[in-house]
């Protein structure tokens, strides 16, 4: 177990775990090598060691690799001007210029939490931007200032509603925060609109174990148990999985993500949206620039005093909590009070990427 | 088959089909003579008959003897006097006074409307109110207008999610409705957040068969095939039904549409939201008055030019037909187009439940 006190030592001989602060440290340096101003580089280093931080190691620095690759390619702007548009008072519309989504989402999200301020909700619509990270880290910075917030991405696709055998729609998640009360961190729903994300399926073919029905579906459009359904031709499923089990809403769910994050903001959409991985060239021909975000913020004191909201947040956490049931947003809460003292594990596959990536960039790992 | 011409005739003569204007005609003054304005009664009754258009019998004029019997023991208000609060500019909260929802929910919708023609966007929020009916007449209201529209209400508890044998939630749907371009009705999702609604349930008890596993537990949490579940203290289930299928998802969806129209709007939540049958008393020492709802706008013009959606629009809708899917809101706009026509078809239970209701308000059948 690494602790802060051993950010001193280099990369390679911390085994297992690394300290917040250093992994902090030198993914912004990663990122101020591909040329990211001081602010970019922290916001973005902040957001994908967050995810680690919450548990949700397949949104963390495990991504890094895939930021360098596509800024490599050119498809990533490290250096992008914002081209904000607003034509009513409390929408804007973010036009990021190939920005990373880490930075341009919370930048939106800074911009809908001052909007809101002045009329009590506002919508912030991003287009020409990339993966945003955790759709979490964005709507918290509104719960965190007294604010209901939302955040949504479209992704590039992967899922296949049944009745189609064509990958129309990303697993587009969709995320509300309400702002904590008393002892309850901040109420969180971050979820993607598929049944299960393909890093589901990428642990269980690591593992060589089948998946469940309702996961995915093979080339044909057939359910399958294969977790390597996704690199033969196979698709997603919406939630729900089934036409008995409900399956027409997780569609509905992830068209509207769609449409909000993508139609609405001038961005890509459908099956234009661009890849996440550089080794798939975007579609040509799309109806618009990159990837496209939502997002929101509905003041509290818009509709109560604080004090009012607390007391109706404990007493409905409360009765969640006595019937058993698991909190939205208390899981990852718990892991990152763990993981912000014992410090975050990873693979040697994981550590190795990472250590890899530092040398190709000349990168000296903290201490050295 | 009886249109328009048919509707002279006494009810108790028409067999199989009611015609549209003689059903809008005769619901209408069923609540004139409850004690509605002229223009509440002319609301509540196209509310009613647009989800009988629509082939959503269950929320249609079928529901109207519950409404009746809801009135009788005083718990609906048919004279309300709507008291608005408005904090910041464009977020109003509407305490109902104890109307029906059908009309609380347009009343609200306009207003919603209203600020969001002025700000852009515009959330509003209601307590103190009762089922209003379909969502999707609601949030079409904004569609109407070119804007995006939303509709969310909290219901009485029906639904468990895995790990609690406590109804806890109601089936609290959400909908969202997006402009008509070219062709093409308006987009509307329009969901349940459980995996099926008590009215399948009802079906398939009547049918005789057995529910798929998924849908519903019994009264020790396990899933079971029983149509009859919720009679015997069992649970409907929410969207995703199992821990594979995600259900942690749609128990979180449930959840933000109780938080969001429960619990932001000051109204009652969770296991206190009240009962939508006159023979169930309402929970004592809840957090608010009676069932919540909220509505919202988002203004097309806010975003780009009515033409650059329209286009917009008719491209992502084309390559969704195309792949072979069906586009939200497609078949109820085609149920509708049908039914306009033919008139609206019910069971022998159904027209007898609506005579007797007549019978038992001195009610002149139309034409009588």
Request: net charge negative.
């Amino acid at each position: 177990m690494q602790t802060s006190s051993d950010s001193t030592k280099p990369l390679r001989e911390i085994e297992g775990y690394w300290s917040v602060e250093a992994l902090k440290g030198w993914v912004k340096e990663v990122f101020l090598r591909i040329g990211c101003s001081e602010d970019h580089a922290r916001m973005a280093a902040a957001l994908l060691v967050a995810a680690d931080l919450k548990g949700i190691d397949s949104h963390g620095v495990a991504r890094l690799p895939g930021y360098v690759r596509l800024w490599r390619k050119g498809r990533i702007n490290p250096d992008p001007q914002w081209r904000w548009t607003q034509r009513m008072s409390a929408v804007a519309v973010l036009d990021a210029d190939g920005a990373l989504g880490l930075v341009a989402g919370q930048v939106a999200m800074e911009k809908a939490v001052e909007l809101a301020g002045r009329y009590g909700t506002a919508q912030v619509l991003v287009r020409n931007s990339n993966h945003f990270g955790i759709a979490a880290e964005h709507a918290l910075v509104a719960a965190g200032r007294g604010m209901v917030g939302w955040a949504m991405t479209n992704a590039s696709p992967l899922v296949s509603p049944l009745g189609s055998n064509k990958r129309i729609l990303g697993t587009n998640p969709l995320c509300y925060a309400f702002p904590s009360a008393g002892h309850h961190p901040p109420w969180v729903l971050d979820m993607a609109t598929s049944a299960a994300s393909n890093g589901k399926l990428e642990l269980a073919a690591a593992a060589g174990q089948a998946i469940p029905l309702g996961w995915a579906t093979d080339q044909a459009g057939h359910e399958t148990n294969s977790p390597g359904a996704l690199q033969v031709g196979g698709a997603l499923l919406p939630l729900g999985s089934t036409s008995e089990g409900g399956v027409h809403k997780g569609y509905g769910l992830g068209a509207l993500v769609d449409l909000w994050s993508g139609l609405l903001s001038g961005a890509a959409f459908g099956p234009w949206v661009p890849p996440f991985v550089d080794f798939l060239e975007p579609a040509t021909g799309g109806p618009g620039p990159g990837i496209g975000h939502a997002f929101g913020a509905l003041a509290i004191e818009a509709l109560m005093d604080n004090e009012v909201y607390r007391q109706r947040m404990e007493r409905w956490s409360q009765v969640f909590h006595d019937a058993g049931l698991v909190l939205h947003g208390m899981p990852e809460w718990e892991q990152r009070s763990k993981r912000l003292v014992e410090g975050i594990p990873y693979t040697k596959e994981g550590l190795k990427a990472l250590v890899d990536l530092g040398d190709s960039m000349d990168l000296l790992a903290p201490g050295q």
